[in-house]
């Protein structure tokens, strides 16, 4: 049986871990093969080493993410290797500050935009010639951008969400503009996922990843398979129609919320039925 991103090159930005070496591992598995982008060699060898251990390819490239001329090469660094270029998820981002506005400094502001709002633009940049000549040939060119459910709701951190916000629109006016020639473009937005990034906040408190588990109706966090699941969805053909969506991985956090139903006891049945009486809620 083939996989579903057989005959496919795909490059992970931050494929070195977390949701990015997850999908760099979930692509090869199914066939593709990975250039995985990442600013940390050693952390990227580990990842090429465990795709090549079940007969995967992947190359490594050297990629600061906020350095525009690293896009550049990144691509340049697949076709090489790969000889063309059906896939891109930019993954590499994150955020800074929950400070209250007037307190929120520039350099904070930047930080949120320079690492993960531009650098979307810098890899679509330098990847959309390529895709567009895969494209041409064959079918699945395909960009997945990396979100979060900061960029959907406000839950306090402006720069983050406001960053995040703009890779969705950025990432849907792609869809829009190229769409027709056969690259779609997507996102997945993440709740709160167990990766390095918040190994110290959780080795500092245990108990944190069930207290930010518990906001969320699934009562959990999630695990970067989770992401990765999404990405390669979207990044397959089984989504050959789908272009420009929006996808929470989040347990239902974006849905709404479940406070009242939480503070009705079962599944709310009394809240609901004593205040449909009054009609006072
Ligand atoms: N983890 C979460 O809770 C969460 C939640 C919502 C959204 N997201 C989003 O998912 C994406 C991945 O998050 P993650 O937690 O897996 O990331 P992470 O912080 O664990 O880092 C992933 C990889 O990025 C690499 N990296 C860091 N700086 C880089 C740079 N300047 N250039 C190139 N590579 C660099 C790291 O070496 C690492 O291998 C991000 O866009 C993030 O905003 C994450």
């Not at 110290?200 to 990843?209: C, K």
Request: one cysteine or more; hydrophobic letters at 40%.
């Amino acid at each position: 049986m083939s996989g579903r991103m057989e005959n496919r090159v795909a490059i992970v930005t931050g494929g070195g871990s977390g949701i990015g070496g997850e999908t760099a591992i979930r692509f090869a598995e199914e066939g593709a093969a990975v250039l995985v982008a990442d600013l940390d060699p050693d952390r990227s060898a580990n990842i090429i080493d465990k795709i090549k251990s079940f007969g995967g390819r992947a190359e490594y490239s050297k990629l600061d993410v906020r350095i525009s001329s690293d896009a550049d090469k990144m691509v340049s660094k697949a076709i090489e290797s790969f000889g063309h270029l059906d896939t891109l998820v930019n993954n590499v981002g994150g955020g800074r500050g929950d400070d209250l506005i007037n307190e929120l400094d520039e350099e904070t502001w930047n930080f949120n935009f320079d690492f993960t709002l531009k650098p979307t633009y810098y890899c679509c940049r330098a990847a959309m010639p390529k895709l567009l000549e895969s494209a041409e040939s064959r079918p699945g060119a395909a960009i997945v951008n990396l979100s979060s459910v900061n960029g959907m709701i406000a839950i306090g951190l402006p720069a983050y969400a406001a960053a995040k916000a703009g890779v969705e629109m950025f990432t849907k006016n792609i869809a829009i503009q190229y769409g027709s020639r056969g690259v779609r473009s997507n996102l997945v937005a993440p709740y709160t996922t167990r990766t390095d990034f918040w190994k110290p906040i959780f080795e500092a408190d245990p108990e944190t990843p069930k207290r930010l588990g518990d906001l969320n109706p699934m009562r959990r966090i999630g695990d970067p398979i989770d992401i990765a699941n999404a990405i390669l969805f979207l990044a397959s053909d089984e989504a050959s129609f789908i272009n420009g969506a929006l996808l929470p991985v989040d347990g239902g956090f974006t849905a709404g919320t479940d406070i009242f139903t939480r503070s009705g006891g079962r599944a709310g049945e009394q809240f609901w039925s004593s205040h449909a009486e009054t009609g006072n809620f």
